[in-house]
């Protein structure tokens, strides 16, 4: 089986940047690790479409539903890059990320649903989490006080809810985030939430008051590009 995802507990520290051109590289990354996952989901389709359905096994449709999990993953992360907010109905990241919302085997190729915690175990399908208002990340100038969803986790539910395969949450997201039984991935984006931003600039502003800095943080000017992110790995 070739699972080209291996999903670290660490996760990949990045920072986001005041230079357009770094932002518009730094979601293309992302752009691109959607399209090879799309690319290897739509491999695994093949494969699963060349026989009868009696005969897949667990190995061959975990395949297909961990990329197309870190297919759509890499896409909202794009998507979140692009836009500075998450998109209100996920199917959005087709077309400028995806090429079309992927189908689930195990639910006789049908689109993908994407469920919340509460809802029942779907074998194929996703939940998606998304943190609420207090984690809220600042998106253009601090003192305008514009407050956006950045954070999230999107897990993928396997072949069945007693399949095993080791995955977690973004570790900066724990204090809302859980793996639904039954996941055989995880992935999240967590952004520094506003209040954090805030109060790491205020500090700043008072040590640089003690210090007597001539050219001090104001938080007039200030925006929120020196906002702290993180991604899990997916290549």
């Known amino acids: 089986m070739r699972l080209m995802l291996i999903i ?6 990045l920072f986001a940047s005041t230079d357009s051109a770094t932002a518009d590289s730094w979601s293309q990354k992302y752009i691109d690790n959607a ?5 290897l989901m739509f491999e695994a389709k093949a494969k699963l479409q060349d026989q009868e359905p009696a005969m897949w096994d667990d190995a061959m449709l975990a ?106 949450i973004n ?21 520094e939430s506003a209040y954090d931003v805030l109060a790491r600039f205020r500090a700043r502003e008072e040590k640089q008051a003690v210090n007597g800095d001539k050219e001090t943080a104001d938080i007039e000017t200030a925006d929120g590009s020196e906002t702290h992110q993180s991604t899990s790995p997916t290549d």
Request: with cysteine.
């Open 171 to 191: 570790i900066a997201n724990e204090d809302w985030g859980v793996v639904p039984v039954g996941a055989i991935l995880s992935l999240g984006m967590y952004t």
């Open 8 to 13: 670290a507990v660490a996760c990949c520290m």
């Open 63 to 168: 395949d297909y539903h961990v990329n197309m999990g870190a297919a759509i993953y890499n896409a909202l992360v794009a998507y979140c890059g692009d836009n500075d907010s998450l998109p209100a109905d996920l199917t959005e990241v087709v077309g400028p990320y995806l090429s079309e919302w992927p189908l689930n085997p195990q639910n006789g190729w049908m689109p993908v649903r994407v469920l919340s915690l509460g809802d029942d175990f779907a074998a194929g399908d996703l939940v998606y989490q998304e943190c609420d208002f207090s984690y809220y990340s600042i998106t253009g100038r601090i003192k305008d006080n514009m407050l956006t969803a950045q954070s999230f986790e999107l897990s993928v539910y396997g072949p069945s809810i007693d399949h095993h395969q080791e995955t977690s």
């Open 35 to 39: 399209d090879l996952h799309e690319r």
